[in-house]
């Protein structure tokens, strides 16, 4: 199976900061790659599609990239209700894996 | 609006069994492709299973396979899990998740929890 990593586990960062979040699969995955949003006590929310295509309502601060193995997520300006737990999902074929997880918080 | 009510989590001792329902409302049911995701306390997503629009394609992640069967009825707009002899680790919020057909998991359930302890 294709593993999924993020780095960092966890960050602290000041409001206005550009926050980038990292993702890298074990095998290439083209850009079938999903961000989620998991603020604390609450259900996922899914954040960009295909790499890079932000899902309808999301803020345009969030934006993602990558191809094949690497993949990163960027906040470009944090606002404090952007702390949650930020996750990557693999969906180039079963299983479906998400990566640990980043935790994001304000420094 | 899209809406995913999962029920039937709760205690069960290790070796027992359960089964979740997830009830959809708001979208054509029988079209999408429909997930189990689970969430231990404390811990990140882990992707349980899923099944096709009309049940034909099932996939299980290692962890469950043998011991979990995932269903639907198109018919009903539910999906089901039934859980058989469970461990303390599939201890979890369990999440059932409409799949996108652009990608991921785009509406999820509020989760049932299961715990499984003696």
Known sequence: ?107 | QVQLVESGGGLVKPGGSLRLSCAASGFTFSDYYMSWIRQAPGKGLEWVSYISSSGSTIYYADSVKGRFTISRDNAKNSLYLQMNSLRAEDTAVYYCARDSPYGGNDYWGQGTLVTVSS
């Open chain 1, 1 to 107: 199976d294709i593993q999924m990593t993020q780095s960092p586990s966890s960050l602290s960062a000041s409001v206005g900061d550009r926050v980038t979040i990292t993702c890298r699969a074990s095998q290439g995955i083209s850009n079938y790659l999903a961000w989620y949003q998991q603020k604390p006590g609450k259900v996922p929310k899914l954040l960009i599609y295909a790499a890079s295509t932000l899902q309808s309502g999301v803020p345009s601060r969030f934006s993602g990239s990558g191809s094949g193995t690497d993949f990163t997520l960027t906040i470009s300006s944090l606002q404090p209700e952007d702390v949650a737990t930020y996750y990557c999902q693999k969906y180039n074929s079963a299983p479906p894996g998400f990566g640990p997880g980043t935790k994001v918080d304000i420094k």
